[in-house]
C-alpha cells in the first residue's frame, strides 16, 4: 500500500504509564499489526484495534501486562560456531542444508563439494 509516507515516518510507538492498566500500540509494521490483529481477534477483552489511520497505520490499546521487552545480548563467534556445528550435527535445516538438498535433488557437482 502506498501512503506517502517515508519508511522513517513508519513508526511504532508505546504508550502506557504507572497507573493506567492499558498500553497504547500505534504501528505501521506489517508483521506487527498481524500480530496484534490475530491477539485482539482471540482476545477480545485484553486487545481492541482503536483506529485505522488509513495510512498504514493502526492503533491498539492493550493490556499493559501483555507487553514484554526482550533485551538479548549478542552471540559470541564462539557461541555461534557451537551452535552452527550442532545444528548440523542434528540435521536442522537451513541454508547449508537447502544448498546441499537442492543440488542432490539436481545430481550436480555441487553436492559433493558442500559434503567435503
Not at 511504532?12 to 509494521?29: C, G, Q, R, S, W
Not at 495510512?55 to 501486562?65: P, S, V, Y
Request: with cysteine; charged share 40%; aromatic share 8%.
Amino acid at each position: 500500500m502506498k501512503t506517502g509516507l517515508t519508511k522513517k515516518q513508519k513508526v511504532t510507538e508505546l504508550y502506557f504509564n504507572a497507573k493506567d492498566p492499558v498500553a497504547e500500540v500505534y504501528t505501521h509494521d506489517t508483521k506487527l499489526k498481524r500480530r496484534l490483529l490475530e491477539y485482539a481477534a482471540k482476545f477480545p477483552e485484553l486487545c481492541q484495534l482503536t483506529e485505522d489511520d488509513e495510512q498504514g497505520g493502526l492503533r491498539f490499546d492493550i493490556a499493559k501486562e501483555r507487553i514484554s521487552i526482550r533485551l538479548t545480548a549478542p552471540y559470541s563467534d564462539e557461541r555461534k560456531s557451537n551452535a552452527r556445528k550442532w545444528a548440523k550435527e542434528n540435521g536442522l535445516r537451513g541454508k547449508y542444508d537447502k544448498k546441499k538438498r537442492m543440488a542432490t535433488e539436481n545430481g550436480s557437482e555441487m553436492g559433493e563439494t558442500l559434503r567435503n
